[in-house]
Nanobody
Framework: QVQLVESGGGLVQAGGSLRLSCAAF????????MGWFRQAPGKEREFVAA????????AYADSVQGRFTISGDSAKKVVFLQMNNLKPEDTADYYC????????????????WGQGTQVTVSS
């Protein structure tokens, strides 16, 4: 079992920044890929970014490429999502996830999910 706890959401004006954190509670998390997804009201949950603890591999959705950065602190078992130049369309609940196989842009690749943190971007 992997417990994931997100934090850092809030209300920000367009053009502003937020940093989300995801703390992973498991003895050995190194073999998991960590992902961030988001779900806006009335829409399906969508991929935002993913990374690995080892090797520094990262992937981003086209909609956030160049604005968001995913990173991880393996010693503290925390994954971050730095979000810059936020837009109203970034408003959503953001979820952290841990997975061990498959297409990491797909929800089905993830075995464990956090409870989500809300991000609201005002225009």
């Amino acid at each position: 079992q992997v417990q994931l706890v997100e934090s850092g959401g809030g209300l920000v004006q367009a053009g502003g920044s937020l940093r989300l954190s995801c703390a992973a509670f498991k003895r050995d998390i190194s073999n998991y890929v960590m992902g961030w997804f988001r779900q806006a009201p009335g829409k399906e949950r969508e991929f935002v970014a993913a990374n690995t603890w080892i090797g520094g591999w990262t992937a981003y959705a086209d909609s956030v490429q160049g604005r968001f950065t995913i990173s991880g602190d393996s010693a503290k078992k925390v994954v971050f999502l730095q979000m810059n130049n936020l837009k109203p369309e970034d408003t959503a609940d953001y979820y952290c996830a841990a997975g061990s196989g498959g297409n990491f842009r797909s929800l089905s690749a993830y075995d464990y999910w956090g409870q989500g943190t809300q991000v609201t971007v005002s225009s």
